[in-house]
């Protein structure tokens, strides 16, 4: 059996001009990146507007397990199998970050049949948008320090300094350190620490702005630092907005690739869902929707994160509206919810198939809330029995949800036709779509909604300070924002080892934090970090060139 890189490599990819003639996109609206990339002109989207738009589709799943649930492949799978059955199809996916690659995740743009290529390339530095974002957030760092050590005419408190630094990668090492040793000419000390690229405001900004304008007037909003006083200092106080805009004016035009069966991919932004928003750029996705019937997009991880912030922040923040939700599971990812350990997955247990399919059914009936019509997509895996799929589908029917088998890693676009007809019907009407809740809702309610109502919590604990905090916020003007919850993706809980679907838990929240350029309230919640670790074992320590001169152990 042939190895997804192997699969990748055999591709026949067709010139990229070809794949944006498929949407209408003229040779000179491309920028190249090499033979099989491209940036898509900012001048040419901007010349879209006003254009009506095609039907967003989004594609989640279930809660993650080492069994793994295929919602990238899914997404490339659907989205080839439109484009085979006659429909202008375009997906709409996200950038790959090198920490989990390095670390545990792997890669990021499919599997099998249904993947997004080059697949190396993806995976790995890509369009060098990853460095711009981190080489703006780590200007505006330095400018913040420097400011300070020459005079700090805007009197801010080197104790209530908000703005970390980033990179992309994992290293545990650099969560909280101090900075400024070493004597007067090294600045002062103070303590600090490093996130990943794809939890940096600048990575969210990236991804909601609308065009450069809209991104140099977001970074300026940034708030970085506090005077004494409590009076907040941002980005355009510093003057670093400006500089910041140069580092990301290419990284704002979105990457144009294709899949194996040359439908065209737009790759851009890479925010994590479970420290982020988790969604492809809505420039991207907006552009997509312009030129394409059928726009195919994800949302990270399992629905709680992904598909509640796609809903409660992406499509509010941009005006978009979903026809449709796919949620993917897997039998083996079912099973371990039921209480299978991975090792016992392959042997037929359709009463665990049943325990565990009480996760789907949560899912099924949070994403149903938001009003747009759900069909579970069944990714098969050789394992799986009739009886176990029978299993599901009848629970799914049960919640009043269709679940179609989809074979789409072994047979690409044609193992998704029947997922693409039942997506096709579904859409045909006009979309009912309305977020959980209303801007004018408290902060503290809008947690307390997302925990109850998704999470199915039965309280949430927070310190008076936090409560203190959002209160004057409300009262500074970000009282409109929506929340951005940061959690384990592994459970509805924030207890990353209680799967299934669990209920009355508490949902402690250690943290908040204000994105006043991104335009959301960070509530960061059980033991979760925004720069993760590596495992006992990386990925990185099974990397490297093989004799050929090709990456080997990435994939």
Not at 264 to 269: C, E, L, T
Not at 516 to 521: D, H, K, L, Q, S
Request: glycine share 10%; charged share 20%; with cysteine.
């Amino acid at each position: 059996m042939q190895t997804d890189i192997e699969i990748a490599r055999a591709a026949a990819k067709r010139p990229m001009p070809e794949i944006g003639a498929k949407l209408g996109i003229p040779e000179e609206a491309l920028i190249p990146y090499g033979r099989d990339k491209a940036k898509i002109d900012a001048g040419f989207i901007a010349g879209l507007a006003g254009r009506s738009e095609g039907k967003l589709i989004l594609v989640t799943a279930i809660n993650p397990t080492p069994a793994g649930e295929g919602k990238t492949t899914t997404t490339v799978g659907l989205g080839d199998a439109l484009q085979r059955l006659g429909a202008r199809a375009a997906i709409c996916i996200r950038e790959a970050s090198l920490g989990p690659n390095f670390g545990m995740k792997g890669g990021a743009a499919g599997g099998g049949f249904a993947q997004v290529v080059p697949m190396e390339s993806m995976n790995l530095h890509f369009t060098g948008d990853f460095h711009a974002v981190t080489a703006a957030h780590n200007l505006l760092a330095a400018m913040i320090d420097n400011h300070i050590y020459w005079g700090n005419s805007l009197a801010i408190d080197e104790r209530r300094i908000t703005w970390r630094r980033v990179m992309d990668m994992n290293d545990r090492a650099l969560r909280e350190m101090v900075v400024g040793l070493g004597g007067v000419a090294n600045g002062f000390p103070r303590q600090t620490g490093f996130d990943i690229t794809v939890a940096s405001e600048v990575m969210a900004i990236l991804c909601l702005a609308r065009d450069l304008d809209d991104l140099l007037a977001r970074l300026g909003r940034i708030v970085v630092a506090y005077t004494r006083e409590r009076t907040p200092i941002t980005c355009a106080d510093l003057g670093a907005d400006g500089a910041m805009v140069v580092l990301l004016r290419e990284a704002m035009q979105p990457n144009l690739v294709q899949t194996l069966e040359h439908t065209p991919a737009f790759v851009h932004g890479g925010p994590f869902a479970n420290i982020a928003h988790g969604c492809n750029s809505v420039i991207a996705t907006q552009t997509a929707l312009r030129l394409a019937d059928y726009v195919v997009t994800e949302a990270g991880f399992g629905a709680d994160l992904g598909a509640e912030k796609f809903f409660d922040i992406k499509c509010r923040k941009a005006g978009l509206k979903p026809a449709a939700a796919v949620i993917v599971a897997t039998v083996r990812a079912l099973k371990m919810n039921g209480g299978v350990a991975k090792a016992d997955l392959a042997a037929e247990n359709v009463a665990a198939v049943h325990k565990g399919c009480a996760n789907l059914g949560r899912h099924i009936a949070n994403t149903k809330g938001f009003g747009v019509p759900v069909v579970v997509a069944i990714n098969r895996f050789t394992t799986d029995t009739d009886a176990e799929i029978a299993e599901v589908q009848a629970y799914a029917a049960g919640q009043g949800a269709e679940a179609i088998t989809c074979r789409h890693w072994a047979e690409g676009g044609a193992g998704a036709e029947d997922l693409a007809r039942k997506v096709m019907a579904m859409t045909s009407g006009p979309s009912a779509f309305a977020p959980l809740y209303p801007d004018e809702m408290s902060l503290w309610d809008k947690i307390d909604t997302i925990a109850r109502r998704i999470y199915h919590a039965g309280e949430v604990i927070a310190d008076k300070s936090i409560r203190d905090q959002l209160r004057t916020w409300e009262a500074a003007g970000y009282g409109a924002l929506p929340i951005c919850m940061a959690k384990t993706q592994y459970s509805f809980s924030t207890d990353p080892l209680l799967r299934g679907a669990p209920s009355g838990h508490a949902v402690p929240i250690r943290e908040v934090r204000l994105s006043a350029g991104a335009g959301f309230i960070v509530v960061i919640c059980g033991e979760i970090m925004t720069m993760p670790g590596l495992p006992r074992v990386p990925a990185a320590q099974s990397i490297g060139l093989n004799a050929a001169g090709e990456v080997a152990g990435l994939f």
